[in-house]
Nanobody
Framework: QVQLVESGGGLVQAGGSLRLSCAASGRTFSMYYMGWFRRAPGKEREFVAVTRWSTYYADSVKGRFTISRDNAKNTVDLQMNSLKPEDTAVYYC?????????????????WGQGTQVTVSS
């Protein structure tokens, strides 16, 4: 059974940092896109960052967030610095096969349950 399990969410003040981790199990994801998405209250799920051979970031997080993966451990992390109240959302880890457009939610086969990030002003 394939599972993606996120951890590391929480409450932080504006300007602070958090590190999210996603542990994948049930198969090897070394050839997959591994991405992070988020859903803020009242909004649709949106792209945050993705990695495979290259990394891509949403403009809203570029320069503040860093995605990294460890294929040996089947994990993908998201280091979030200089957090803003508008970063408040549930953050989801996702895995998608080669050939998808990785900056959209479509095509991702596997999703985690999400972890809450709340940034206070």
């Amino acid at each position: 059974q394939v599972q993606l399990v996120e951890s590391g969410g929480g409450l932080v003040q504006a300007g602070g940092s958090l590190r999210l981790s996603c542990a994948a199990s049930g198969r090897t994801f070394s050839m997959y896109y591994m991405g992070w998405f988020r859903r803020a209250p009242g909004k649709e799920r949106e792209f945050v960052a993705v990695t495979r051979w290259s990394t891509y970031y949403a403009d809203s997080v570029k320069g503040r967030f860093t995605i990294s993966r460890d294929n040996a451990k089947n994990t993908v992390d998201l280091q979030m610095n200089s957090l803003k109240p508008e970063d408040t959302a549930v953050y989801y880890c996702a895995a998608g096969p080669p050939g998808i457009i990785p900056t959209t939610t479509r095509g991702y086969d596997y999703w985690g349950q999400g972890t809450q990030v709340t940034v206070s002003s």
